[in-house]
DNA sequence: CATGAATGAGCGTTCATTCAT
DNA sequence: CATGAATGAACGCTCATTCAT
C-alpha cells in the first residue's frame, strides 16, 4: 500500500516508532501506542459527527477518547495536527479503494469504480467526511495533504492515459474530475441524499459528459 | 432585481430606515450609517484576503474598516451576523448577474453567460470567494443564506425549463450543475488560476457535458 | 421645604438655572428642562422596575424616557449621577412625609406616622424602592446621599427629643430606627407582602419595643 | 451540621470529588484543587474587601488568588458562581455557629447567643459581610442561596418554638428577626462600628423588645 | 508515559461617554 | 440644545497548550 501512515503514529515520537513500517511487528508498548492513536482519532471523528465544528476541541476529543489532554499532546504536537492525521486516516482509506480500482477490466470500467468508491465513502460518514473536507480546506496546506490530494489525482490521472488521453490533457482533467466528484458528493450529503446508486449515475454522468469521447 | 437587501442597512436601525426600498433618496443620517456598515463588510472582506480566516476577528475588521468595534455592533449583533451579510454581498451580486443572463438570445446562451459570470465573480476575489464559500458550508444555515443559495438555484432550474427540460428533470439537475460550477471554480481558485476563458471551456465542457442532448 | 432638590435641575447647568429656587416663575425653557429631567428620572424608574439592575443602563434610559442618551448627559454628569437624582427624587418625597408628620399630636402618634409613611411608601413602588436601597448602599457616598439620609435620621432624632429621650440617647438610637425599619420593609418588599396595616403594625412593635418606655 | 457544602469542592468535578462527605480523606488531587478552589474564594473576599464592588472581577480575582483565569472557570461556571460560593462560605459559617447556639441553657441565652454570632460575624470582616449581603440582594436568588437564607430563618424559628410561641408565630416573626438584626448589623458595619458589646447590646433590645413578653 | 489541573493570550461583546451634525 | 452614531476601555469567558505529579 502507498500510504500505510494511518496505521502508525502520525508523528515519529521514539526512534523505535520510526522502525513500524520496516518492522510490523510491534512491541507491547508500540501497540498500545498505537491504539491510543487511534482511539484519539476516532474520539476527534465522533465529536465532529456528533456535535460538530463548533465542539471540536482538544479536551472534548480526549475525553470522548477516553484518555486525557496529555496523551493527545503526547502523541500530535497540536490540534491541527490531530485533524491532519484524521484526514489521512478518512482520505488514506479511500486513496487505497481508488488505487485499488485500478486492476479493473478496462479504463472505463475503471473509472466507475472510482466513482462508487468516492460516493461509497462519502455516503458511510456523511457529516465526518463534509466537514473534513471543510477542515481540509482551511488548513494551511501542509505536505503530507498535498500529498494526499495529490496522489488521487495521479491515480485518475494514470487512469485517464490508459484510456487514451495524452499527457497534458490527463494532467488538466485529473484535477477538475476531483472537484466535479467532490463538488457533488459534498452537496449531496450536505443535502442528506443516502442512495448511492442515484448519486453515482448523477456523477457518472457528469465525470463521462466531461471526458472526451475518445475516452476509454 | 428581486433581492435588493445588499444595497441598504443589513438590519434595521432606525424607521426611517426601513423605507429605504420605498424612498431612494437618503438622509444624511442613511448615507453614514450605510457607509459605515460598507466600510464594516468591505473591512471584513479585506481581512479575510490579507490574512485569512485566522486573522478574522471582529477587533481587526474594525481596525481594516477604520471604525470602532462598537460600530461594528451597532450594525451587527454578532460577528456571524458580519459573515453572513459579507456573503449576503456578495452572492447577492453574483445572483443578479446570473439572473440578468436570462435575457440572453438562447437557453444555451443563457447557461453559458451564468457560467462566464459565475467563473468572473471567482475570479474577481478568488480569496474572498473562497473563504466566504467555507464559512457559508460552516455556518448553521440561517434562512438569508438559504434563500439566497436557492435563489441560485432557482435561476439555473428556469433556464433549464426554457431549454426543454421537464420540470422533475431540471429540479434533479439544477443544484447538480451548481455543485459541479462550484467545485470547479472553488478548486481552481484555490490552485490561483487566473485565466477566465480556459477555466469558463472547462466547466462550459463540463456542465453541456452533464446535460442531456436535448438541451437547447 | 428643606430639599426642593428634586423639583429643578439635579445639578446647575445655566446661571439661570441656579435661581430656580429664587425665582419660581420659569421660563419656557427651564420648563421643558425640567420636563426632560422628569422624564428621564421616570425612564430610570421604570427600567428599573421593568426590567432590573441589570438592564440598568444609559441607553434604555434615554429610550424609555423618549430622549436621546446626549440628553440624559446633557442634564447628569454621569449614569451615577442619575441614580443619585433618582434616589433623592424617591427618598426626598419620603422625607417631605416624614417631616410632616412632626405636626401630630403626640410624639408617640408622630412616630407612628413615620412608620406608616415608610411602609408606604415601600409598598407604593416596591421595585424599585429595595432597588434604589441597593444602589444607594452600593454607591460611593456622595455628599448629596448622606445629607438626605442624615435628614431622615435627624427628623427621627427630633422626634425622639420632643417624646422626652436625652440628647444622647436620641444621636444614638435613631440611626438604629432607620435600620430597623429599613431592614424590616426591604425583606417585606422582597417577600412581596403589599398588607400594608399588618406590616406597619409589626413595624411599630419593633420600634416601640426598641425605645425605651418612658418615651411618649 | 446541616450543610458541610462549603467545605468542598463549589462543584463536583471528579467522580472523587462527589465522596467527600464520606471519605473525607482527600487524595493529594483533591486537597490540590480543594486549595484551589479555597485560593479563589480568598481572593474574591480580598478584592472585595480591599477593592470594591467596582473592581471585583474575574481577572482580579484570579490574579489576588494567585491562580490564572483560566483555573476560576475550571471551578466555577460563571463569576456569580464565585460569588454565590464565597456568600455561602461566609453564610455557612455563620450558620453553623447559630445553629450551634441551640444547645444554650435556656431559649433567651440561645438568641442572645445567635445575636452575638451575627454581631461577631459582621465585625469580623464588616466590608466584606457588608457587600456581600448587597450582592446576596442583587443576584437571582438561585436554590442554594435561597436555602442558605431559609436555614437561618428555620434556625431562629426553632429557637420561637422553644420559647414558647405557637407556630403561626414563629413563623411570622423569625423573618422580622433576621430582617432586623441584619438591618442594624449592616448599618452599624457602614458606620464602621467596632464595638461589639454596645452594638450586641443594642440589637438584643430590638429582638426582645419586639418579642412578646411571654417568650423564654 | 498518563494524567488533568493550571495557564494566559486572545476573542466576542457591552456600555458609559463623547461629539459631529 | 437635541440627536444618536461612534468610541474604546474593559469585562467575561474559552481553549490550545504546558507541566508538576
Redesign the interface.
Known amino acids: 500500500m502507498s500510504n500505510p501512515s494511518h496505521f502508525g503514529l502520525a508523528y515519529p515520537v521514539t526512534k523505535a516508532a520510526r522502525d513500524d513500517a520496516l518492522n510490523p511487528r510491534k512491541s507491547p508498548k508500540q501497540l498500545r501506542a498505537a491504539a491510543t492513536v487511534a482511539a484519539i482519532l476516532e474520539g476527534a471523528a465522533r465529536i465532529l459527527e456528533e456535535r460538530g465544528?463548533e465542539a471540536y476541541n482538544t479536551n472534548a476529543v480526549a475525553l470522548r477518547a477516553g484518555v486525557s489532554v496529555g496523551s493527545v499532546y503526547q502523541y500530535f504536537p497540536t490540534k491541527e495536527a490531530v485533524t491532519r492525521a484524521l484526514i489521512q486516516r478518512e482520505t488514506g482509506a479511500l486513496l487505497a479503494e481508488v488505487e485499488a480500482c485500478a486492476t479493473a477490466a478496462s479504463p472505463r470500467e475503471a473509472l466507475e469504480a472510482m466513482i462508487a468508491a468516492c460516493v461509497a465513502h462519502q455516503l458511510r460518514r456523511p457529516v465526518l467526511a463534509?466537514l473534513l473536507d471543510?477542515e481540509e480546506?482551511?488548513l494551511p496546506l501542509a505536505d503530507d495533504l498535498r500529498d494526499l490530494a495529490q496522489s488521487l489525482v495521479s491515480a485518475l490521472q494514470r487512469n485517464l492515459l490508459w484510456g487514451g488521453l495524452d499527457s497534458a490533457a490527463a494532467r488538466?482533467i485529473a484535477?477538475?474530475l476531483?472537484?466535479?466528484?467532490?463538488?457533488?458528493v459534498?452537496?449531496?450529503g450536505?443535502?442528506r441524499e443516502t442512495d448511492a446508486g442515484a448519486l453515482g449515475a448523477?456523477v457518472r454522468?457528469?465525470v463521462?459528459?466531461?471526458?472526451p469521447d475518445a475516452f476509454g
Do not use: S
Open positions: 465544528l463534509r471543510l480546506a482551511r488538466e484535477p477538475d476531483l472537484a466535479i466528484v467532490k463538488g457533488m459534498d452537496a449531496a450536505q443535502r448523477r454522468r457528469a463521462f459528459g466531461y471526458l
